[in-house]
């Protein structure tokens, strides 16, 4: 059975940092380009950051764009997102999820498995 676990969620103070963890299992997680996507109450689930199957490229959404960091240790089945200089307007879900196809990175349609989401709350 496929499964992603997100952790490393919480309540935190504007400007305070985060590390979220992506554990996967049940299939080849490095053979997967790997997105994270947020989602605030009351709105759409937001693209936040990507990066492929090898680690050599990222992407970001601007709006976390110099402040987010994606990263992937396929040796150890697990994907990263350091949140850095977090802003009341980041509190979200936060979602790991794996792609098995080409596509737009912001598109959410192109992942095929998704963790259960991890609550981060950011203060002013």
């Known amino acids: 059975q496929v499964q992603l676990v997100e952790s490393g969620g919480g309540l935190v103070q504007a400007g305070d940092s985060l590390r979220l963890s992506c554990a996967a299992s049940g299939l080849t997680f490095s053979t997967y380009p790997m997105g994270w996507f947020r989602q605030a109450p009351g709105k759409e689930r937001e693209f936040v950051a990507g990066?492929?199957?090898?680690?050599?490229?990222?992407y970001y959404a601007d709006s976390v764009k110099g402040r987010f960091t994606i990263s992937r240790d396929n040796a150890k089945n697990t994907g990263y997102l350091q949140m850095n200089s977090l802003k009341p307007d980041d509190t979200a879900v936060y979602y790991c999820a794996l792609a098995n196809a080409y596509g737009l990175w912001s598109v959410a349609g192109r992942y095929v498995y998704w963790g259960q989401g991890t609550q981060v709350t950011v203060s002013s």
């Open positions: 990066i492929r199957w090898t680690g050599d490229n990222t």
